[in-house]
């Protein structure tokens, strides 16, 4: 009853807190997008007040009714102070590094003001991760980096990024959950295969040229007259097996394909994560590789832009439903 | 694993600041086994913080705590329900929370005690200096609360100190409507109270020595303003206590006056303020106008109150006694502030005496003070008038007697002693052995004992002290009723028409007991007036912050048109909300003039300046464009303007420190 009752609670206040502050890439805090409630430890002072209270009351006592009355007046005088502490704030948000799903995902954000002054105590985080302390000592604008869970492939929305302070006497919470509209970029979780199999299924799909490469070893061939001493392979003519040399293969341009189809019988994600472990294997050497889904194939290169280029590719393709946001309870559109 | 909370070191430093504060006030009253070990708390805090000592374990906590409850058991052993007990108990607990802070939740605690323990300080003590003192504390303790969730320890250690001290500051406004409109409920259970402190001021029975003892203080017992002129000195007998039992040594209430005052009531004994009237009332006649005064009692531990007769109290909780005494329901253990009517003239019982009070009041010990009582019947006979009588007997006094505080001691029958050898004495030797002699000549008569005269301050109110204690005797003549017939007016009457220093002037003893009193230093002229102003703000601090209970249903009835809920609630939501509302201006000032206002303030200027040049900046051109084409026209204006334009850009995109837009202004005003 009390779980149903906190989930209608949450859903209405949800809805509630989307109209008054919409999603925007830079937001200003203000009366409309600042929340405030007495924390535990206020609750705490109150009860500190009611005991004062009725010690005042029982003894008749006017200076301990005066003291009351002083420690009332300092709660309701924070309320101002820890408004002002976060009002008149900006934040935007800058990028987020893309990331490996299954990693740490990075939020870089902007905390501007207008004014020179104190921002103190205050902390920012994605519902369930870890919250990030920072303070603005009069100066113009800090940057903030916010670390969480990335938690899958493709365009991640965190939701709402609280920022809240209980500057000055933690009484008070001040809060605010903002969307900043953050479209994190994740790359499918990596799986990675060893460097043959890569190399086999690449090969059987590319252009590969049977001449004298010297590369890849392909099979022994007779010895010939004139073959070099170098491909000779002693071993087998130690063995007394006879003469042979070592033939080895190169791709006429070095070419590797990472191609969707090199995974039958794999569900998609698990493709994608293969493909995705192949590519960060092959873009460790100086070969040049290309990519080959359904529908999109990008011609084989090797760069640093090349392969960001691969990776958004890995991590769009057939982009999961945005169905998984519905668990995300600050994005659902208004009634 | 948690990764353990370490309290931050300005926050630490403003608990430990906070702390010896708070325990420094309550040392007068701990037993001083938890003064050391709140310094141990200390130390040891101190310590951990440095890494020097570990955390204590939990046998280590537990046996402190152990220590401290068996402390407490032998110190206060059977009587451990007591203000003080209480205190120390908390204290205790205080001290052992800062030990033990693990994590911030507990640091939340030790402050929370922190401001508990400091208002406790007032059930002590509600002076302004201490009141002042606990605010100081509140300074400390609230700066810790602020070092706790500051974020940036790199700060200036006093950064939190000053939050505090606006926070507070900001707050008394809203705090001082408060404590006016909230409205007080009196007590709604009955509270542990100061077991240790003595009573003070007149007690409830006299011997001789009690009075001149008395006269050795120069402690305050009350002080009173009246509506109007403050009567004649010689008018002024606060009556507090009526004696009529004699047991050749002591006067003491008689045997149906001593009862137990909570709430008693039966048998029609007292008459409550806001009450119906009792029948006995209508003994007295009221003549003419009463005098309407407020009293602002000293804590005596006592109930009884002092009242000019014939009184009628106008404050709850005081009720008049039969014999017209005001009483309180409680021991006056804070400073108690009550109004009164009197009417100076009165009869009471003119007519007649009942029998029962006609016996108390004639009651003598028997085979005490032969000689006296062989004398009172000897003028009995030759005085058939009472009045004559008294007259006699005062002209006795009159003769020979000497007005001194340092009387010779009294043997078994002391008023034959007195009145026959000593012939020196201090007013309860005199109204004793009048009384004795009226009562052994057959007129009742009965001892009454208060306060006589008092120092009248120059802003209008008398401060009666505890040197002005004084006894005399109330005889009841047929046709008058009680009157009053002070035996010490024939002795002394500058006792009576000045006060007790004319009338000691240089003797020895008086004021023995109060070596530093200012009271000494009267005829030091401004160190009187310091006196004088002292005891005025005391006296303003006794009655508007005090007692303000007494005067607040008055007072709000006045300002609110009436005393209701609603007027109450909308008072304090007018009044609180405009408070709020100016603080709010003031707090969010900042949003109305920024950094950026200044700057394009600056720049607009320059365009101004420009455009008296001949060069107006056209709608919707960038600085940066402007700039260009003035460059363009004006070459000699070029390199200024571009630099001005280079750090407008600056300023306005980058971060830049404050100091360049002084440098901008600057070269704004230098372009011509």
């Not at chain 1, 491909?231 to 080895?248: D, L, N, R, S, V």
């Not at chain 2, 008693?264 to 119906?276: H, T």
Request: hydrophobic fraction near 45%; aromatic fraction near 12%.
């Amino acid at each position: 009853m009390v779980e149903r009752f906190g989930k209608f609670f949450r859903y209405h206040f949800s809805h509630w807190v989307y109209g008054r502050i919409p999603p925007s890439r830079s937001i200003a805090l203000n009366n409309r997008s600042l929340f405030i409630f007495p924390s535990k430890a206020g609750f705490g002072f109150l009860l500190l007040v009611l005991i004062c209270w009725l010690m005042a009351t029982n003894y008749e006592n006017n200076v301990v009714f005066a003291i009351t009355c002083l420690l009332i007046s300092v709660f309701v005088i924070t309320i101002l102070h820890s408004f002002s502490n976060l009002s008149g704030l900006k934040l935007s948000f800058v990028r987020a590094t893309p990331a490996f799903a299954g990693e740490q995902l990075v939020v870089e954000l902007v905390l501007h003001q207008e004014q020179s002054r104190y921002r103190e105590s205050l902390s920012l985080s994605f519902l369930g991760e870890e919250a990030v302390a920072t303070t603005l000592h009069d100066q113009e604008y800090i940057h903030v980096k916010v670390p969480l869970y990335a938690p899958r492939r493709g365009i991640y929305n965190p939701g709402r990024l609280t920022l809240e302070s209980a500057y000055p006497l933690g009484l008070l919470r001040v809060w605010s959950k903002l969307d900043l509209d953050i479209g994190c970029l994740i790359y499918p979780q990596p799986i990675f295969t060893s460097s043959e199999t890569v190399n086999a299924h690449s090969r059987g799909n590319g252009p590969l040229q049977m001449g004298d490469g010297s590369e890849d070893f392909v099979g022994l061939n007779n010895y010939q007259q004139g073959d070099s001493l170098k491909k000779i392979a002693w071993k087998q003519y130690a063995k007394e097996q006879g003469m042979y040399t070592k033939h080895y293969a190169d791709y006429q341009d070095e070419r590797i394909w990472l191609d969707w189809n090199d995974f039958p019988g794999l569900d998609r994600e698990t493709r994608l994560s293969r493909l995705c472990g192949s590519l960060l294997q092959v873009s460790a050497t100086d070969k040049a590789y290309g990519l080959r889904l359904p529908g999109i194939e990008i011609l084989p290169d090797n760069n640093e832009e090349h392969r960001l280029k691969i990776l958004r590719e890995l991590a769009l393709f057939e982009e999961p439903s945005r169905g998984d946001e519905e668990e995300q309870p600050f994005r659902k559109k208004p009634l | 694993m948690i990764p353990s909370w370490q309290i931050n070191r300005h926050a630490l430093i403003w608990l430990l600041l906070a702390f010896v504060a708070v325990i420094f006030i309550h040392s007068a009253h701990l037993p001083h086994w938890i003064i050391v070990a709140a310094l141990v708390a200390i130390i040891c805090r101190v310590q951990r913080y440095r890494g020097a000592w570990p955390t204590p374990n939990r046998w280590i906590k537990l046996s402190l705590l152990a220590l401290c409850l068996a402390g407490l058991f032998l110190e206060y052993g059977s009587h451990l329900i007591g203000l003080e007990p209480m205190v120390a108990l908390l204290v205790s607990t205080y001290a052992l929370k800062l030990l033990e802070m693990e994590h911030r939740r507990d640091a939340l605690l030790v402050v929370f005690l922190a401001f508990f323990v400091a208002a406790v300080q007032a059930l002590f003590d509600q002076s302004i200096g201490n009141a002042a003192y606990i605010l100081g504390c509140f300074l400390l303790v609230t700066a810790a609360l602020v070092g706790l969730h500051q974020g940036d320890t790199k700060i200036q250690p006093l950064r939190p100190l000053m939050k505090a001290a606006v926070l507070l500051l900001q707050a008394i406004p809203l705090m001082m409507l408060l404590f006016i409109i909230m409205p007080r409920l009196g007590s709604l259970w009955a509270v542990p109270i100061q077991s240790h402190s003595a009573k003070t001021g007149v007690t409830d029975t006299m011997t001789p020595g009690d009075f001149s003892r008395l006269g050795r203080s120069a402690d305050l017992a009350f002080r009173v303003s009246f509506d109007g002129a403050i009567p004649r000195q010689h008018k002024l007998y606060w009556r507090g206590l009526v004696l009529s039992n004699f047991d050749g040594r002591q006067w003491s209430r008689s045997a149906p006056d001593d009862f137990n005052y909570g709430g008693f009531d039966k048998g029609g004994i007292l008459q409550w303020f806001g009450r119906q009237t009792q029948p006995w009332d209508s003994l007295i006649e009221r003549l003419g106008q009463p005098l309407h005064y407020s009293v602002v009692m000293e804590p005596s531990q006592q109930p009884w109150l002092y009242s000019l007769p014939t009184p009628l109290p106008k404050s709850t909780g005081i009720a008049l006694t039969r014999d017209f005494r005001l009483l309180s329901s409680t021991s006056v253990t804070t400073k108690k502030q009550y109004e009164v009517d009197s009417w100076l003239d009165y009869k009471i019982a003119a007519n007649d005496v009942s029998d029962y009070r006609r016996a108390t009041e004639l009651q003598i010990p028997r085979g005490y003070n032969p000689r006296t009582v062989e004398l009172a019947q000897r003028w009995r006979r030759q005085n058939s008038n009472d009045k004559a009588l008294v007259r006699k007997v005062l002209g006795l006094y009159n003769e020979k007697f000497v007005y001194t505080l340092q009387p010779p001691l009294l043997g078994k029958h002391s008023v034959d002693e007195f009145l026959f050898e000593t012939q020196r004495g201090f007013c309860e030797h005199f109204s004793s052995s009048f009384v004795f002699f009226m009562r052994a000549a057959g007129v009742p008569a009965r001892v009454v004992a208060g306060y006589q005269g008092g120092e009248r301050h120059p802003d209008n109110y008398l401060l009666v002290r505890q040197y002005d204690a004084h006894a005399w005797a109330e005889v009841w003549l047929a046709g008058e009723g009680w009157v009053r017939v002070d035996p010490t007016a024939a002795v002394a009457p500058e006792r009576i028409e000045a006060n007790l220093e004319e009338a000691l002037r240089d003797k020895e003893g008086f004021l023995a007991d109060s070596p530093l009193s200012l009271m000494r230093f009267r005829h030091i002229n401004w160190l009187n007036n310091i006196r004088l102003q002292l005891d005025s703000l005391n006296y303003s601090w006794a009655r508007w912050v005090l007692g303000y209970d007494a005067i607040q249903e008055n007072l709000l009835e006045k300002w609110l048109g009436s005393y209701s809920p609603l007027r109450i609630a909308l008072a304090l939501l007018i009044g609180g909300g405009g408070m709020l509302g100016l603080l709010a201006l003031w707090q969010l000032r900042h949003r109305f003039s920024s950094k950026h206002d200044e700057l394009d303030r600056a720049f607009l200027q320059l365009c101004k300046k420009l455009a008296k040049a001949g060069i107006p900046r056209i709608s919707g051109e960038g600085p940066r464009a402007y700039a260009q084409r003035v460059a363009e026209q004006r070459p000699d204006l070029a390199r200024e303007v571009k630099a001005i334009n280079s750090v407008y850009e600056h300023m306005r995109y980058g971060n830049e420190s404050q100091e360049r837009l002084k440098v901008l202004k600057w070269a704004i005003r230098r372009v011509k």
